[in-house]
């Protein structure tokens, strides 16, 4: 059976510390894999298993949400909203047999464009581990 190759990796970032990450990241020229796709919302804690499932219905092979750290959020604790419902929704996606690691929470600082570089090679090695295991949702 012939594998896919190219890669599509959903990032919801939110507008403050996660895109802050990234764009830092961005002006000391750091790069990172063309496939992370970076969809900036307000705050972490507005998406939710919609937004999400709407990101694999539309072709993502993982998805991501990342917000500012914890006692950081600009938007009364946003980013611990959005880290109960990954929790939740990764169990859904365990128990219809597919692999928790195609979706995953992250913190950022704005000034840390270092971190949201990490956090993407995070998501692709988690994203590659469930791929070798067959439980990602499309191959």
Known sequence: ??????????????????????????????QYDTSIKIIRVKC?????????MDAYKNGADSVAVIGCC??????????????????????????????????NQYTARAAEGETAVGDFEDILEKLKQAIENKGVLKQ
């Open 44 to 52: 972490a804690g507005q998406v939710g298993p919609i937004q999400i």
């Open 1 to 30: 059976m012939e594998t896919k190759t190219k890669k599509n990796v959903v990032c919801f970032m939110c507008a403050e510390c996660g895109q802050g990450a990234a764009n830092t990241a961005g002006v000391a020229r750091m």
């Open 70 to 103: 914890f006692g950081a959020c600009h938007f009364f604790n946003g980013n611990l909203v959005s880290l109960r419902r990954v929790k939740l929704l990764k169990k859904f996606i365990k128990e219809m047999g597919y692999s928790e690691l195609i979706l």
